[in-house]
């Protein structure tokens, strides 16, 4: 179309040689013409750079930063941004060749500010695959403090919106959670009900850092304690999902898990969260005591 408005597509990158030209040239074989693609290079020490420069596209346009992270690479995207939409995606995900055009039709005909589609999100070493939608219980503040279905790849927002939001760079994960609230808080949502993008769980992945997980949930809870404190029931969906996070992590997480549950049933009872609470508080009361026998037959 003739009249397409242009749309930016950031992508951030670090060490993605082997990945990122298939990214790049699902981004190019849209059949929404009119785009630009910029490409972040966070202090990538492979041959990313190469490969990208390799595309011979102008709408490729290639910068490089020193190493300050993915939400800091989104940053400096948008601020180099020159569309009147902006779209992101990452360096070894794919997207379905209509993604934009869909995404593109539903902001205009709907006048929303931000649209999101379905993922299919695939573990590339365990095969498990899941699609990423949202809640039933809709698109809104309420659903998503509840936890997160929202990941930055599918995303398309007007320009503008990005006055006021911007990735928390102190989040090492979770960063589109907290750009999903962010926006949620501020602007009106559409939504394409279909899969457009697929995205690709590598070894070294943020998504696969577990151990960056409960840090970044409880940096989540504390940012938005007020959003929290005026929605009990997300508040008490978040605490009991917080605490079977601490359960999976073993014996060394019992109590802090038990302290979860409790709080969850404070916001909300739910039956299965109850039975969770008795079960590990009951699981830790036992603990304590063969501790406390063990050390009286020590003496």
């Not at 070894?92 to 006048?111: C, F, H, I, N, Y």
């Not at 151990?211 to 007020?226: F, M, R, V």
Request: charged share 25%; proline share 2%; net charge neutral.
């Amino acid at each position: 179309m003739s009249d397409e408005k242009l749309v930016s597509v950031i992508i951030p990158t670090y060490n993605r040689a082997n990945t990122i030209s298939e990214s790049i040239q699902s981004v190019l074989a849209q059949t929404y013409r009119n785009l630009e693609i910029l490409v972040i290079d966070d202090g990538s020490t492979d041959n990313t750079c190469e490969v990208v420069k390799s595309i011979r596209d102008s709408r490729v346009r290639y910068e490089r930063q020193d190493n300050a992270g993915a939400c800091s690479a989104r940053n400096a995207g948008i601020n180099l941004a020159s569309g009147d939409y902006i779209a992101f995606q990452d360096s070894d995900d794919l997207w379905e060749s209509d993604k934009l055009m869909r995404q593109v039709l539903a902001l205009d005909s709907t006048g929303a500010d931000v649209c999101i589609c379905k993922m299919l999100s695939v573990n590339m070493l365990s095969g498990a695959a899941n699609v990423v939608s949202p809640r039933q219980d809709g698109i809104s503040l309420e659903a998503l403090l509840k936890g997160n279905f929202i990941s930055t790849q599918m995303v398309v927002a007007r320009a503008e919106c990005f006055n006021e939001v911007r990735f928390d760079e102190r989040l090492k994960r979770l960063q589109d959670w907290d750009l999903g609230i962010q926006l949620i808080k501020r602007y009106v949502f559409t939504y394409v009900p279909e899969v457009l993008v697929t995205q690709r769980i590598l070894k070294d992945s943020i998504t696969s850092k577990d151990e960056l997980l409960i840090p970044a949930c409880k940096y989540i809870h504390t940012k938005y304690q007020c959003e929290y404190s005026e929605h009990a029931k997300s508040d008490a969906v978040f605490l009991a999902w917080l605490g079977e996070l601490y359960k999976d992590t073993g014996s060394i997480n019992a109590l802090h898990s038990e302290q979860c549950f409790r709080a969850s049933l404070k916001r909300s009872v739910r039956p299965e969260v109850l039975a969770k609470y008795i079960s590990i508080a009951v699981s830790n009361r036992v603990s304590s005591l063969v501790r406390r026998s063990s050390v009286q037959r020590g003496r």
